[in-house]
Each structure stands twice: as structure tokens, then as C-alpha cells.
């Protein structure tokens, strides 16, 4: 954050010199009193920011000239090949021989030698390492450089994340968390303009949105499908305005430019050492003498580039990965081309050092008239037989892990902005922020990086959650307590297994609790299940102590095996907990009882129907086990729902066989897994459920519970046995609704946010490869028709696709034989405990009116993203008087809930015992008559814990006020035309009264200075 303060003259009179001794001393008394004020007062205050003009210090382009901006860059990715701390420190430099450490030194080292240099870097994880190893006379050097704009962050996100499978919060949280180390070690002049996605395999729409809302002036992506690329370039259409939004209109839109080739340096000028390009020579006495070879080849390069581009400026990328090693090499021979090529008017071409903000400005300057643009850029295929669609189902228990990390953060981060929570830099908080931020990476949770590279990524999340229960369990103690100090001695642990049924502190003789911890901004009622201790009955006891309904349900035996599982618990319990408070808990006891308790009834297999046909069941078919038709309001829907799988068991002739980034199967169609499922039906007065074996490692759960409108379909897939069978597999369930007409259309949502439409064959021809149907599906997808709409939401991102009318398919796994031969040089056999990996996870499908339904499923996938985390507490020697006497049982940090279309973003301590605060508008405009209205919360008295004294609106990453934001204007070819498209306006008014209007989409971000009760 940039904050200045004003320095005294260096000359004073002989008079200012006498009053300066008599007033310095009183002074300094009453500084001393204000500072201690200052560190015992809970009423924080911030530094002023002052905006500063980050474009005055770009190189100015040469009138009548081809303007060539050479960027200097290196792609270090967070994890690939190689780990984090291998990437940074040089070791296992067997797989690869970098050090990303060695890159930021000497590439500070040559700046400094030259103030014409320049040098862009995207990945805050890295520099962060880096400058916290740094002397002070060193960052001092780095400062200067960033202040002149010789160093430059483009995107600044701590990672550069993947645009399929993070959902919009991951994304802007990783990115938030880049900014704020930025801001802090640079102020204004440290703030990224641009975003530099040059690597993720495709690009959302999302991402774009998001990027306008941050500040940015621009974005530049790469890998999009090769034909839509030569398009662009051919009608000089690859510089165009990105329409991020349709709900939020301009605020969402941004200049967007397609790179004309990879990022890497043009062939012959990768200076890197061990690429053993020629150097360049400038020394006309050398026999060696080349420059001029050299200078024509870029010439002739820019001024070719310059027939796909409208304005007279063109960037050459000078990187790669990992390069710049030795950045001396690079900037010697960039630095003679530049001289050679400037000291000759007659090509016309001046060329300069630059950066991808600099060249916005440039374009801008030039006044052009862009195209615009409304969809997306997935799938990617870089050829006609190379998919990019196989990582959005890659390592689907890493993608689940991931999600399930990020939602325990966002719990912690509210417990800690609710109690006033402080840590030394880098705590357990920041640790955890930062691990989810570089999970969210392009090779990360998209599970294209090597086994041991999963492996240690797993490891380092799973310690740094580890290292967060001691903050979870003493904040929930804080919150609970009624007395100073509870006679109780207990923990309030997490239960991070239930995936697999596993919960040791469930599974004793004895009594325990359960806290439930419901993230969301309105109260609601949530079925537990938890597994207990075999052949005992439970009472479960409300925070009135009245006893409430519970069902015990036996867990299918392929749970009980799963491989790893530390459980020997056969059976589940399951109750149904009430409105449980926004933002706050509900306890339950739970005891062994002699008391006569529901349990489950084994159902008749030849006449399965399950649910309750006024709102929704599922009849499965006597003949084969498999679903038949689905009730809704008591209507009839002929339905079916099948494991199918694709075969990638030989190289496929042309093109890149199946692998971890690649859906390339042997053939376009798939195969049944089986025609017929061995079924067992139970029922009970909580949840009906039927239990599939489609194979001996295909089985599901269909389950409905009771007053609840949506099935839920739990599947288990493993140890499949590819090496053995010779057959690689790619996994799927398809869901068909026989008499949908869906017309070729079904819908995916852009990062869990805003749902896009898409149409088979849009962009592929029939005769192509069908891997290109399918998209990434982060919350759910949708078919409908005029009467109708099916959706299914996963609990982890995955492909999904609608191959024929009426029909969901979504992909859960895959084991491949072969690498897919874009970099790995690994096959993708997961193995764990010796076998091939089990996986589980969870579908729910919804069904209803078209007109309606859509809210629903918003709400619902809310839910199902936040989900309630479960805290489990041993009560071996405590009696329900004795807890609800030491603990309260319920409890709110919000004094009301808010409407059911606002959600709390973000809610989490900040910079300077600030809080920072986000609230979302979660419908689409045409999602609800009523929920899609703007709506306004009174944020004066919400909190039950603190109360707002002021607040500042800032932008979405939370590093610039919201008032200082100015961004670049831009022309489109339409921009003559009166166009309906929503125009967002607030004024300071709503900080005053804290009355914050929030239109359909919209996310507005807040700094708080709170007094805490």
C-alpha cells in the first residue's frame, strides 16, 4: 500500500532550531501515550493509499513506426514435474535442472545494471519465498525496480491457476491473497493490471469477469482451439473486448489478447544456456559477426505478426519455462538487437524492452475498434486429435480433497473474523490461505502433475489443515462457552474423513457431540451421518435436550473395504438437524441407548420405489436393478441412470492417446459396464436408500431423504485393475430423461458461478473426435426443454456432456495405460495402499419446472459448495446436563440471517485488525421473478460479535479502493448501438447508512474497521 509521509527540510533557521528543543520532548511524550494507545486499542485504522499513475513510466512508442515490445518473462509453474521447494531450490534437477531462486536473483541483478531493462513475473508464491530470503539493501534495489516499472507482476495471483475446475471463490481468493503480499512490499506501484493466463489449457469466461472486477486493464490468453486462433488472426479479431457478464454489463468486460504463438521465444533466440542457441554478435571484427542475420530475422518476425493485428504495436515473447537461470545471457543479446535494430531508421521498426500492461496501453492509445466477445475458450484442442477435456475429471480424489480444503478455510476465516482472532505473520491462517492458493494452480487440481509430485501436494495440504485444528478447536471453544473457564476439558475435532464413513470419535461405546458449523448466510436443516460403534442403539438430544428421530443405516461392504479406510464401523448413523444458524452452530448429544430406536428395514428387491411420490422418488426396474422412472409432484418421468466407460487401451493411430490432460478414447462411443445391478433396498422414517453393485468395483447409493426434493446418487469406482486388464478406463454415469427434447442445448456453469449455454457441434464437425462435446462442470449441469429441467450437481469439478437429448453425462474416473505426450512422461494409474485408487463421491439431481427450478439449483449448489462442517467432541464421562451447563448449543454470529439470494462471500481478518468483507448476489437475472431482484442489506447491526464502525468499498481483490479504480476505455464495433446491457452504479451513500444494494451477480468487497463487544 503505497503511504507517504512528508520529509523534513534539510536546512532549519536558528529560531526553528530553539523551538524544536522545547517542543520535541513534549512530543515525543505524546507520541509514546498515542503509540501505547494505539497498540491496546481494539478501533483499528489503515494508511492512506494514494493512487499513483503506473503508466508513466512505459516506453513511449515511435510515430510511423512497427512498435516491437520485447517481454522478458519466465512461466514458472508452482508444481509440475517437480515440487514446490524442488522448483525453487534446483534439487531433483535430475527431471529438470532450475532453480527458481537463482531466476529472481540474476534477473534483479540485470535490471539493475541497465534502467532500459524490463521483466515481467506472474507466480507471488515464489517471489514471496524469495524476498522473505532477501537482505535489506537487496529488497531496497527490488523496490526501485518495481517503482520504475522495469519489474513488472502481470496477474499476481499466487499461483497461475487452472480456469476449468477452481470454483470463482478459489480464484479470486488466490488472487487476493498475491495482491495483498504485492501491496504490502510495493504499494500502488506493485499492483498487477493485467492478467497473464498463458498457460491454463482453455479459458472461462469466469476468469475474465473477474479479472475486470480486480482493476485490470487487460488480460492475455494462449491456449485456445487451434482453429478458432488461426481465425483470429487471420481477421485480425485475436484483440477483442471479453464480455466476462452478462449480468453485470461493463464492469465485467475486458481487452482480452490472444498470444500469436506459444509464449516462448521466437526459434533461434531462447538465450538460455542449456539451449545452446547461437549468441549474438555485434563486434564487426568477429568472424562470428551475426547480429545482422540476428535483427533481420526479428524484424522480418514483427512485421509478419503485424499483418494478424490492428494497431501498429506487436510484443515478442523473449522465455520460457523456467528460464532466465542465467538472465545475463538473455539480456546481453536482447540488449545488442535493440541497438542494432534502433540505430537504423530505414526498417521501420523501432523495438524496446516492455511489459503486457505497457502494450495494453499502447493498443489503447491507438483508438481501434475491437470485437467483442460472449462465450468462452474450452474445450482446447491444440490439434485435431488432442481433446485438452481429460483434466477436468483427472485425479478426481485430489479434486475432491482440494474443494474440501477450501471449504474448512473459509469456515476458519469467518471463526476468526467473529472473535478478533491475530497471528504472527505466517501462522497457521496465512499457511492454510496460501496452500489452498497454490492448489488451485494449472497443473495442481487439475492432476497433471507426476504421482510424487500428487503425493507431496496432498502431504502439504493435509499437514497445514493438521496445524489449523488447535485455531478451529480453541475459536469454537471461545464462541461456546458460557462460563470463563469450562470445568470441561475437550476438543472440538474435526471430522475430515466422512468421505469414507471415518470418524474415530463417533465410533467408541460412549457418548459424544457433534457440532455443526454451517458457513452460509441463512439458516438450514441438514441430514448428519456419522459413523458409530457396531450393535449399539442411539439417542440423539437436541440443544432443549428433547430427543429427536435417528435411523441407523448399514454402509455397503466396498465402504467398509475401501482400501485405508481406519474404521471398523458396518454401520452409519443419520438424524435430520434443524435450521442450523447463519453463520454459527448447532450441538447434538449422542449416547448409547436401551430406548427402542428406528432402524432400517431391508426392502422387498422385486418392487424398489423409493421416496415419496408427492415430491420425488425413484422406482427401479425388477428386472435388471436399474433406475426406471423418477416421480416429481406426482408425475411420471421414464428415467434412466447407467455407469458406462471408454476404452483407451492401444495408441490411438493419429494424435495423443488418452492421458492425464487428454480425453482421446480408442473409440468415440462408450461401452454399459453392465446391463444389470444386484440391488438391496432399505427404508426408514429419515432415509430410504438402495444400494446398486453394477460390478464388483462399480457400486452406488441411491439415497432420498425425507421432506428433501433431490436424489442423491453416491458412487464407488475401484480398484478397476487396468494394468492387469490391459485396458485403460475412462468412467462415466449418464443420466437420461426419455422424453426431454432438448434440442442438442444443455447448460455448465462458468467456475460454480454464471451458467453458460452450450450446443453440440458448435464448434466441432460430426466427423470429429466426440471428446471435444465435453466442458467443464464445476457445480452443475443442465438440460431442459419448454416444460422441463434436469440438472445434476457433482461434489467435485469433472467433464460432463449431453450426447443425445435429454441426457446428463458426466465423467467420475479414469485409470489410463499411456502418457498423452504433453509433458508428463507418466501414465495415469493412481495407486494407494498398494491398489489402484478408490474413489467416491457424490451426484444430486434435481427435476422441476423451467420457469423455477433454475433458482432452485442455485441455492441448492450454494449449499453444496459451503457445505456444514462437523465437528466431533468425546463425551465419555459427560452427561447432557454437565455440556449444556459448561457450553451453549446453538449459536448465531449473525444477529439475522440474510435474504437467501445474499451470501458472505468472504469474511476473514485482515491487514491492520481490519476485516475484510464480501457479499454476493448469488441469482442470474432471469433465474427467479422475485430472487432476482437487487436486494439490500443493512450491515449496521449484523454482526453478533462486532460492530461496523466504518467501511471502505474496494475492488474484488481488495488491494485499491473501489473509488480510485480507473481503467482503460475501449471502442467496440458496436459501441454506436444503444445495447441492453445492465448498468451497475452505487454511490458513497451506501458506506454511510452501511445499506448495500446487490444486483444479480454481483460481488461487493469491503475493508472493515470493527469494534469488537
Not at 451506501?990 to 444486483?999: A, C, D, N, R, V
Request: aromatic fraction near 12%; include cysteine; charged fraction near 25%.
Amino acid at each position: 500500500m503505497a503511504t507517504y509521509s512528508v520529509p523534513l527540510g534539510r536546512s532549519l533557521n536558528r529560531q526553528f532550531v530553539q523551538y524544536a528543543l522545547l517542543i520535541i520532548p513534549t512530543v515525543l511524550v505524546i507520541g509514546f501515550f498515542l503509540l501505547f494507545a494505539l497498540i491496546v486499542s481494539r478501533e483499528r485504522t489503515v494508511p492512506i493509499v494514494i493512487p499513483v499513475d503506473t503508466y508513466k513510466n512505459c516506453p513511449k512508442p515511435k510515430e510511423g513506426f512497427l512498435n516491437v515490445h520485447v517481454i522478458c518473462h519466465t512461466h514458472d509453474d508452482i508444481s509440475w514435474l517437480k515440487t514446490f521447494d524442488q522448483y525453487y531450490l534446483g534439487t531433483n534437477s535430475g527431471i529438470q535442472n532450475v532453480a527458481v531462486q537463482h531466476i529472481l536473483e540474476t534477473v534483479v541483478d540485470e535490471l539493475m545494471k541497465n534502467e532500459e531493462r524490463r521483466f515481467v513475473y506472474v507466480e507471488s508464491a515464489f517471489f514471496w519465498r524469495w524476498w522473505k530470503e532477501q537482505s535489506n539493501e537487496i529488497r531496497n534495489h527490488v523496490i526501485r525496480l518495481v517503482d520504475g516499472g522495469q519489474l513488472e507482476f502481470a496477474g499476481g495471483g499466487w499461483s497461475m491457476n487452472d480456469e476449468a475446475n477452481p470454483s470463482y471463490q478459489q480464484i479470486i481468493d488466490s488472487f487476493t491473497w498475491g495482491f495483498r503480499k504485492l501491496n504490502e512490499l510495493f504499494g500502488e506501484h506493485g499492483r498487477p493490471k493485467v492478467g497473464w493466463q498463458i498457460d491454463p489449457f482453455g479459458a472461462s469466461r469466469e476468469q475474465a469477469s473477474l479479472f475486470a472486477q480486480f482493476g485490470f486493464d487487460g488480460t492475455f490468453v494462449n491456449r485456445v482451439d487451434f482453429n478458432e486462433k488461426t481465425i483470429r488472426h487471420k481477421n485480425k479479431t485475436a484483440e477483442f473486448i471479453w464480455r466476462g457478464s452478462p449480468n453485470l454489463g461493463e464492469m465485467s468486460d475486458i481487452f482480452t489478447n490472444v498470444m500469436y504463438n506459444h509464449y516462448s521465444a521466437i526459434t533461434g533466440f531462447n538465450f538460455e544456456s542449456m539451449r545452446q542457441n547461437e549468441a549474438i554478435v555485434d563486434n564487426k571484427n568477429s568472424s562470428e559477426y551475426n547480429v545482422d542475420k540476428k535483427a533481420e530475422r526479428i524484424i522480418t518476425e514483427a512485421k509478419f505478426r503485424k499483418n494478424f493485428f490492428q494497431s501498429n504495436n506487436v510484443y515478442l515473447t523473449f522465455g520460457d519455462d523456467f528460464t532466465y537461470n542465467n538472465a545475463i545471457s538473455w539480456f546481453k543479446n536482447i540488449d545488442k538487437l535493440i541497438k542494432y535494430i534502433n540505430s537504423d531508421d530505414s526498417s521501420k521498426t523501432h523495438i524496446f524492452y516492455s511489459t503486457p500492461s505497457c502494450y495494453i496501453k499502447s493498443v489503447n492509445d491507438a483508438n481501434l475498434n475491437l470485437t467483442t466477445k460472449s462465450d468462452d475458450f474450452f474445450p482446447y484442442r491444440s490439434d485435431e486429435r488432442s481433446t485438452w477435456t481429460g483434466y477436468f475429471t483427472t485425479r478426481p480424489s485430489l479434486k475432491y480433497f482440494i474443494r474440501f480444503a477450501n471449504n474448512l478455510l473459509q469456515s476458519i476465516k469467518q471463526l476468526c473474523a467473529m472473535t478478533d482472532y491475530s497471528e504472527e505473520e505466517e501462522g497457521p491462517l496465512d499457511l492454510f490461505r496460501a496452500e489452498v492458493g497454490m492448489a488451485n494452480h494449472h497443473d495442481t487440481i487439475t492432476g497433471t502433475s507426476m504421482q510424487h509430485v500428487v503425493k507431496a501436494n496432498v502431504k502439504r495440504l493435509a499437514v497445514t489443515i493438521d496445524h489449523s485444528k488447535p485455531v478451529m478447536d480453541g475459536i469454537i471453544k471461545n464462541l461456546l462457552k458460557k462460563t470463563r473457564e469450562p470445568k470441561l476439558d475437550i476438543e472440538f475435532e474435526p471430522c475430515l474423513h466422512l468421505n469414507v464413513s471415518e470418524c474415530s470419535a463417533c465410533e467408541s461405546r460412549f457418548p459424544f457431540v457433534l457440532t455443526l458449523y454451517n458457513p452460509l448466510s441463512h439458516p438450514i436443516s441438514h441430514y448428519v451421518r456419522v459413523p458409530v460403534y457396531n450393535d449399539l442403539l442411539y439417542s440423539v438430544l437436541n440443544p432443549e435436550g428433547e430427543k429427536i428421530p435417528a435411523q441407523l443405516v448399514p454402509l455397503p461392504k466396498e465402504v467398509v473395504e475401501i482400501p485405508g479406510r481406519s474404521s471398523n464401523s458396518t454401520m452409519e448413523l443419520v438424524f435430520k438437524a434443524e435450521v442450523i444458524p447463519a453463520l454459527g452452530f448447532k450441538s447434538y448429544y449422542v449416547a448409547p441407548s436401551n430406548d427402542v430406536m428406528e432402524t432400517t428395514r431391508e426392502m422387498d428387491a422385486k418392487n424398489l420405489i423409493i421416496g415419496n411420490q408427492e415430491k420425488i422418488a425413484v422406482e427401479i426396474d425388477s428386472e435388471n436393478g436399474l433406475v426406471k422412472n423418477i416421480f416429481k409432484n406426482g408425475v411420471k418421468y421414464p428415467m434412466s441412470q447407467e455407469f458406462f466407460y471408454y476404452s483407451s487401451s492401444r495408441r490411438p493411430q493419429r494424435g495423443s492417446p488418452s492421458g492425464a490432460y487428454i480425453f482421446n478414447p480408442e473409440y468415440p462411443e462408450s461401452r454399459r459396464i453392465n446391463s444389470k445391478a444386484q440391488v438391496h433396498g432399505y427404508s426408514g422414517s429419515l432415509v430410504h436408500e438402495i444400494h446398486q453393485t453394477v460390478k464388483d468395483w462399480m457400486t452406488q447409493v441411491i439415497r432420498i431423504y425425507k421432506d428433501e426434493e433431490h436424489i442423491e446418487f453416491e458412487w464407488l469406482v475401484g480398484p478397476m485393475d487396468v494394468r492387469k486388464n490391459h485396458e485403460g478406463k475412462e468412467i462415466t454415469s449418464v443420466y437420461k430423461l426419455h422424453n426431454l427434447n432438448s434440442d442438442r442445448t444443455f447448460l455448465t456453469d462458468s467456475n460454480g458461478r454464471e451458467m453458460m449455454t452450450r450446443v453440440k457441434n458448435r464448434r466441432t464437425r460430426d466427423s470429429e473426435v466426440m471428446p471435444g462435446y465435453y466442458y467443464p462442470v464445476t457445480s452443475r449441469v443442465v438440460v431442459r426443454d419448454q416444460r422441463v429441467q434436469m440438472a445434476v450437481l457433482p461434489d467435485r469439478p469433472q467433464g460432463g456432456t449431453s450426447l443425445h437429448d435429454g441426457e446428463i453425462e458426466l465423467m467420475i474416473q479414469r485409470n489410463l495405460l499411456f502418457d498423452d505426450n504433453k509433458g508428463i512422461g507418466e501414465s495415469l494409474v493412481e495407486t494407494e495402499f498398494g491398489k489402484e485408487i478408490v474413489v467416491r463421491g457424490k451426484h444430486w439431481l434435481t427435476l422441476g419446472n423451467v420457469t423455477t427450478q433454475s433458482a432452485v439449483d442455485r441455492i441448492l449448489a450454494k449449499e453444496r459448495f459451503h457445505p456444514v462442517v462437523t465437528y466431533a467432541t468425546p463425551a465419555n464421562n459427560i452427561k447432557f446436563s454437565n455440556w449444556n451447563e459448561m457450553y451453549k448449543m446453538e449459536y448465531s454470529g449473525l444477529k439475522y440471517p440474510l435474504p437467501e439470494n445474499v451470501h458472505i462471500l468472504t469474511l476473514e481478518p485482515w491487514k491492520w485488525g481490519t476485516l475484510l468483507l464480501r457479499l454476493e448476489h448469488i441469482m442470474e437475472s432471469h433465474d427467479h421473478i422475485d430472487l432476482s431482484k437487487p436486494v439490500t442489506v443493512d450491515l449496521k447491526d449484523l454482526f453478533n460479535t462486532f460492530k461496523i464502525k466504518s467501511m471502505k468499498e474496494m475492488t474484488l481483490g481488495g488491494n485499491m479502493e473501489l473509488k480510485n479504480m480507473h481503467r482503460l476505455h475501449w471502442k467496440t464495433v458496436n459501441s454506436a448501438k444503444q445495447e441492453n446491457r445492465p448498468k451497475i452504479t452505487h454511490d458513497d451513500s451506501e458506506l454511510q447508512t452501511m445499506e448495500i444494494i446487490l444486483h444479480p451477480m454481483e460481488i461487493r468487497t469491503f475493508i472493515l474497521i470493527v469494534h469488537y463487544y
